[in-house]
T-cell receptor, first 115, second 112 residues
Framework: NAGVTQTPKFRILKIGQSMTLQCTQDMNHNYMYWYRQDPGMGLKLIYYSVGAGITDKGEVPNGYNVSRSTTEDFPLRLELAAPSQTSVYFC??????????????FGEGSRLTVL | AQSVTQPDIHITVSEGASLELRCNYSYGATPYLFWYVQSPGQGLQLLLKYFSGDTLVQGIKGFEAEFKRSQSSFNLRKPSVHWSDAAEYFCAVGVGDYKLSFGAGTTVTVRA
């Protein structure tokens, strides 16, 4: 059982480039999330989805876009990369939302550097 | 606004010694509370959670946490630390249905 799989694990971008972080889960979870982790800041929610075709903004959505065409996949798109987007990105999924006993299952993270 | 504070950025503990990690939250209602652990190069894993009922909750890997409403705290404890417990620990508060608010994390170093 693979759980939550993120690709790529590492990426270096130049300012202004675009890229997509891929996230796939094989647990048939309805809820999926993208977080970014910065040193000393904990994790901040970028976007989340409560099911295929439904997405919503989190705390720090600016500069990012998401889509959810299938239950399994929740890609995060970075348009016009900026140095402020240098971070470690985590995708997570859950069977139920956190407020309803929902445990989040995390991927191993994608480390992105924008130069 | 809701917030989660982990006062200790870094804790060093000897193997076999006890460990306590502090977590304080600011939230208007009774929160849902979680502790997650992140081993180096890995994603986060749930250690334990509190929703209601008994204020002392048991988790995986021998960890426990106590919810104290009067102190707005949810401290994590382990009686005897193993070298494999070296990791970063995050306290989180459930904010509404879909969002978790995470603390900044506490890094635990275990010395032999």
């Amino acid at each position: 059982n693979a759980g939550v799989t993120q690709t790529p694990k590492f990426r270096i971008l130049k300012i202004g480039q675009s890229m997509t972080l891929q996230c796939t889960q094989d647990m048939n979870h309805n809820y999926m999330y993208w977080y970014r982790q910065d040193p000393g800041m904990g994790l901040k929610l970028i976007y989340y989805s409560v099911g295929a075709g439904i997405t919503d903004k989190g705390e720090v959505p600016n500069g990012y876009n998401v889509s959810r065409s299938t239950t399994e996949d929740f890609p995060l798109r970075l348009e016009l990369a900026a140095p402020s987007q240098t971070s470690v990105y985590f995708c997570a999924s859950s069977w139920k939302p956190p407020g309803d006993t929902g445990e989040l299952f995390f991927g191993e993270g994608s480390r992105l550097t924008v130069l | 606004a809701q917030s989660v504070t982990q006062p200790d950025i870094h804790i060093t503990v000897s193997e076999g010694a006890s460990l306590e990690l502090r977590c304080n939250y600011s939230y208007g209602a009774t929160p849902y509370l979680f502790w997650y652990v992140q081993s180096p190069g890995q994603g986060l894993q749930l250690l334990l959670k509190y929703f209601s009922g008994d204020t002392l909750v048991q988790g995986i890997k021998g960890f426990e946490a106590e919810f104290k409403r009067s102190q707005s705290s949810f401290n994590l404890r382990k009686p005897s630390v193993h070298w494999s417990d070296a990791a970063e620990y995050f306290c989180a508060v459930g904010v509404g249905d879909y969002k978790l608010s995470f603390g900044a994390g506490t890094t635990v170093t275990v010395r032999a």
